[in-house]
């Protein structure tokens, strides 16, 4: 899935033809029948009502590196995703560049193969340059086939959004800073 | 793509970064190492290797996966939901599932397909072991033999090297993308054919990345078969699916090395699971109780004749056709050349591709017995169903090729211990873990994250 909020229409002809900037690549990690595991997803269903203008929400499952490669050149991502090694229900946005360290308690489920530090790295290496962003995840506790969100973490949810939405909103902000140089 | 070559200091400086390592070798021959498990949901493992005066007393491979779960989960549903339940098992290859299962439930029920729909389950096929493979072999397996903690590593000094293998993985991606609907979890598979037709405009624009990863899969193979390989001969027993024309993926018969043949329906007449008190999961061995080896090396080994051409002259090159049959350190070699067939042979199909005049053919739901069997990227896969009156499934069995492999790998790691003794303490720990992914990728990426701890043999 994914949802794009274009520019509303400018009084000007040449910007109004023009389709809006990515700023921010908002990737929703996870599987909603996976219990905890859709924390992600469910926090998707509320955001992708109300994305603001040049984000974008993709909902990739599991993290891949071309995920990463995906992202257009001066825009920034937001990894949402469940994270074991929090305490069920906790909300943590951390800068991208804080997850590559190794011996980083937080570790993201979605990822199969690769740990997440190496899918952020080795798609840092093959565009030649850091990734800006944040990953924001919530504590969770249950991956069980077939089951709900744990209470914990279902009430999380609108804490893990508004996380979702600073993160949003601080990366657009940078993204148009530099974007006017 | 590069020549590329071990680090300088390679092996033994890399483990610093990537565990903590508490491998224990004392000088008087004895050693223990003990992996713990991580939280994944496809393959939890730990091992547990003790030897002691040279003499291995313990040498166990937990593996925490939940296949009675699903074969609970898919009790009361129709085949078609089961086919879609069935591709949750895992992530890497969702394909096998899907496949195993709509193969038993039309064989059970009686359903012939379209002969279009068949080639495209191939080529669907074909799109899961590129992935698969190319996953495995640059940035699981390729690692280890380079002197690299992980593919992270590798790629800061072997940059070409590893975008060779993306490149590789995202040609089998976009196979499974298309066809199957979907990278991760493809949902078009029912029984009686597809959701929906494909366009040979469709498929044909397959054929350009294809064609560009034929190329780098036959260097893949240049590559590997020069690594620098630890010496190693197991003595088990190989079991693979065998097809009179083709090379095993869809559909065969079940061989082994020392002369089994027999139906694929029928994998219960010579195996069965067992449960074993350190590990969560089934263990699988023939009924006279001794382990059996799947994957690359055994198909390789008893249908080595059907590679496509390309894949079979790449091999021939390699002059391994013979160490791969007995050492599983040069698995990396047989995946390489399967890579070679699979992308061959997808080109096959798809230059040879007719739409299908009726790719969901229509069937009527009622009871059956379903068994199949086919060859996912790391094995033999086989799943048993019992449809009730309603055409729901009473019972399941699905047998995924890790279980199978458990105590084949348990054997190996027993006899190839005492081999590591003369070692540094991480060199040895690095030879075990490199043994335990050669053999299958969900236990290989699992090792990948795993923390070692001491335990000293008193």
């Known amino acids: ?181 | 793509m590069p020549t590329v070559g071990p680090r300088a200091s390679a092996p033994t400086d890399r483990s610093p970064e990537m565990h903590d390592t508490d491998t224990t070798v004392t000088s008087n021959g004895d050693l223990a190492v003990d992996i713990a498990g991580l939280t994944r949901v496809e393959g939890e493992g730990s091992l547990r290797l003790k030897v002691k005066d040279g003499v291995v007393e313990q040498a166990r491979l937990e593996i925490f996966e939940a296949p009675r779960y699903f074969e609970r989960l898919v009790v009361g549903r129709t085949p078609d939901e089961v086919i879609d339940i069935v591709a949750r098992i895992c992530g890497i290859c969702p394909v096998a599932y899907q496949m195993t299962a709509v193969h038993a439930f039309e064989h059970g029920l009686g359903i012939e397909i379209d002969p279009a729909v068949r080639a495209l389950r191939r080529l669907l096929y074909c799109g899961e072991w590129i992935e698969s493979h190319a996953l495995h072999v640059y940035l699981l397996h390729l690692p280890d033999f380079l002197g690299y903690a992980s593919a992270l590593e590798l790629a800061r000094d072997e940059r070409v090297t590893v975008e060779a293998g993306l490149s590789l993985k995202k040609a089998g991606n976009r196979i499974v993308e298309l066809i199957g609907g979907r990278a991760i979890h493809p949902v078009s598979v029912q029984v009686g054919g597809f959701s929906r037709s494909f366009r040979r405009s469709e498929i044909a624009v397959l054929r350009e990345p294809l064609t560009a990863a034929l190329e780098v899969a036959l260097q893949t193979v240049e590559l590997v078969a020069g690594l620098d390989t630890p010496r190693f001969e197991r003595a088990g027993r190989l079991v693979a699916l065998r097809h009179p024309s083709e090379y095993p993926m869809n559909e065969g018969r079940i061989v082994s090395s020392d002369g089994l043949d027999l139906a694929s329906t029928d994998w219960r007449h010579e195996f069965s699971e067992q449960q074993v008190g350190w590990s969560n999961a089934l263990q699988s061995r023939d009924h006279a109780g001794r382990p059996y080896l799947l994957g690359p090396m055994a198909r390789i080994t008893l249908s080595g004749e059907h590679l496509h051409p390309t894949a079979a002259s790449a091999l021939a090159r390699t002059g391994l056709a013979g160490e791969i049959a007995v050492n599983p350190y040069r698995s990396i070699v047989a995946r390489a050349v399967e890579l070679v067939d699979a992308t061959a042979e997808a080109l096959d199909l798809i230059e040879a591709y007719e739409p299908p005049a009726d790719p969901g053919r229509p069937w009527t739901p009622g009871p059956a017995s379903a068994a199949w069997a086919t060859e996912a990227p790391r094995g033999l896969i086989f799943h048993a169903y019992e449809l009730d009156d309603r055409g729901l499934v009473a019972h399941a069995q699905i047998v995924p090729p890790t279980s199978q492999n458990q105590a084949a790998i348990e054997a190996d790691l027993a006899a190839f211990a005492p081999s590591v003794l003369h070692l540094p303490r991480e060199a040895a720990t690095l030879r075990i873990e490199q043994l335990i992914r050669s053999y299958d990728p969900c236990i290989s990426c699992a090792t990948h994250f795993l923390d070692l701890s001491v335990e000293a043999v008193r």
């Open chain 1, 1 to 181: 899935m994914t949802s794009q909020r274009a520019d509303a229409p400018r009084a000007d002809a040449e910007t109004a033809s023009r389709p809006s900037p990515l700023l921010v690549d908002v990737l929703i990690c996870g599987s909603p029948d996976r219990g905890d595991d859709g924390a992600a997803p469910a926090a998707a269903r509320i955001l992708g009502a109300e994305l603001p203008n040049g984000v974008r929400l993709r909902i990739v499952g599991q993290l891949d590196i071309d995920d990463l490669l995906d992202i257009p050149t001066g825009a920034a991502v937001v990894v949402v995703d469940a994270a074991t090694g929090l305490r069920p229900g906790r909300v943590v946005s951390l800068p991208l560049d804080r997850l590559s360290v190794s011996g980083q308690p937080v570790r993201p489920r979605s990822s199969h193969a690769l740990a997440f530090p190496e899918v952020v790295g080795l798609a840092e290496l093959i565009r030649g340059h850091p990734i800006r962003g944040r990953i924001v995840a919530v504590g969770a506790v249950d991956f069980a086939l077939g089951g709900a969100l744990s209470e914990r973490v279902g009430a999380a949810i609108p804490a893990l959004v508004e996380a979702v939405r600073v993160a949003i909103e601080q990366l657009r902000t940078d993204s148009r800073a530099r974007a006017q140089g």
